[in-house]
T-cell receptor
């Protein structure tokens, strides 16, 4: 079974801090990864995709991929209370992790 | 651009009854997915269509679940008969094509089986 693991949290950070969310995966052939944000009671929303090793930045979000370590992360800079949500990681085989619940404290 | 549409938004049924969900993907999106999301878990892929053909249905409980995508656009997911453990949110998503994996989700249907 190809698995994706995430710390379920909750991860609490103060407003303005950097939130770091991590994801490990077991399928070595995975090439691309996607981060989705899911607010309580809502459906997942795509926020970042990353296809190659290294960093990809989009506004306050930075995704990092290390295929050798089978590890992908999402950094959220200047965290805002509106970032409070569950963050889901998934490779292109659509096996989602359980999600990490992030709470940004005002 | 209109998003993925789903209906109904909520459904309550008794066990052993049947239920159907409908999904209309984003216009032009060839790939359509149905997911089951149980509270506190990540979405679980049930079935993936490419146009009107099935790409992956390995996790679809075929003894009770069925899905179709006639004409390569709208799709329906059916459960017959429902069990208590089918209580979940059923999410439909679409993506542009087989080589693009960015998925856009509909609002979901919350199913409660009593």
């Amino acid at each position: 079974q190809k698995e994706v693991e995430q710390n379920s949290g909750p991860l609490s950070v103060p407003e303005g801090a950097i939130a770091s969310l991590n994801c490990t995966y077991s399928d070595r052939v995975s090439q691309s990864f996607f981060w989705y944000r899911q607010y309580s009671g809502k459906s997942p929303e795509l926020i970042m995709s990353i296809y190659s090793n290294g960093d990809k930045e989009d506004g306050r979000f930075t995704a990092q991929l290390n295929k050798a370590s089978q590890y992908v992360s999402l950094l959220i800079r200047d965290s805002q209370p509106s970032d409070s949500a569950t963050y889901l990681c998934a490779p292109e085989n659509f096996v989602f992790g359980p999600g990490t619940r992030l709470s940004v404290l005002p | 651009e209109a998003g993925v549409a789903q209906s109904p938004r909520y459904k309550i049924i008794e066990k052993r009854q049947s239920v159907a969900f409908w999904c209309n993907p984003i216009s032009g999106h060839a790939t359509l997915y149905w997911y089951q999301q149980i509270l506190g878990q990540g979405p679980k892929l049930l079935i993936q269509f490419q146009n009107n053909g099935v790409v992956d249905d390995s996790q679809l409980p075929k003894d009770r679940f069925s899905a179709e995508r006639l004409k390569g656009v709208d799709s329906t997911l059916k459960i017959q008969p429902a069990k208590l453990e089918d209580s979940a949110v059923y999410l439909c998503a679409s993506s542009l094509g087989s080589d693009t994996y960015e998925q856009y989700f509909g609002p979901g249907t919350r199913l409660t089986v009593t």
